[in-house]
């Protein structure tokens, strides 16, 4: 479904709702790669994969009844598949199969490669705002480093007209993302 209009997305999602099992075929078919990569992204253990994918699905199957947005069940299935693995790994912290003698092992967050993912997490994050515009750069830097600035501030600092803070904002967030997912799905195929 790769070239789907919103509309044919909705049809598909619509004739699931109806027991079409070409339907969850196709939704199964297109979404379940993404889903997959989510959990990869979570570094979840491939055996418990299946696991989640099919909690996921059950999900949708159970609630696709009061589905809003049809042509929004992508973003509702990455959602529901982050929380699962969010769950996942939260269980994983709290299972200790022997009894933990050193008080470093107990300490949350203190996991021996936490640093080593922040770092990479960082370094991904600073090479994907490089490639950024300029201007789109700057308005991200200002809108982290002072949070609760004001659009009127930001354009003030900036040079920029308020009517654009949003729309620039909008367009960097979604550039910054497609970034970072081919930064992840490169370092994936090495």
Known sequence: MRHTTVDDLAAVVCAARAGDEQAWARLVE????????????????????????????LQLFNGIDRLQCPEAVGSWLAV???????????????????????????QPGDAPDSDLLRAEQAASVRRALAQLPERQRRLL????????????????????????????????????????????RATLRV
């Open 80 to 106: 529901t598949m982050r929380r699962f693995c969010l769950h996942a790994v939260a269980g994983r912290d709290r299972e200790c199969p022997v009894p933990v003698l050193d008080d470093w092992l107990t």
């Open 141 to 184: 830097w200002q809108m982290a480093t002072d949070p609760d600035a004001h659009y009127t501030e930001l354009s003030a600092r900036l040079g920029m007209p308020i009517g654009a803070i949003g729309p620039t904002r909008a367009r960097a967030l979604g550039r910054l993302r497609r970034l970072l997912l081919d930064d992840e």
């Open 30 to 57: 297109a979404y379940a790669p993404r889903l997959r990569l989510i959990a990869r992204r979570f570094r979840i253990p491939p055996d418990q994969v299946g696991d989640l994918l099919q909690a996921t699905w």
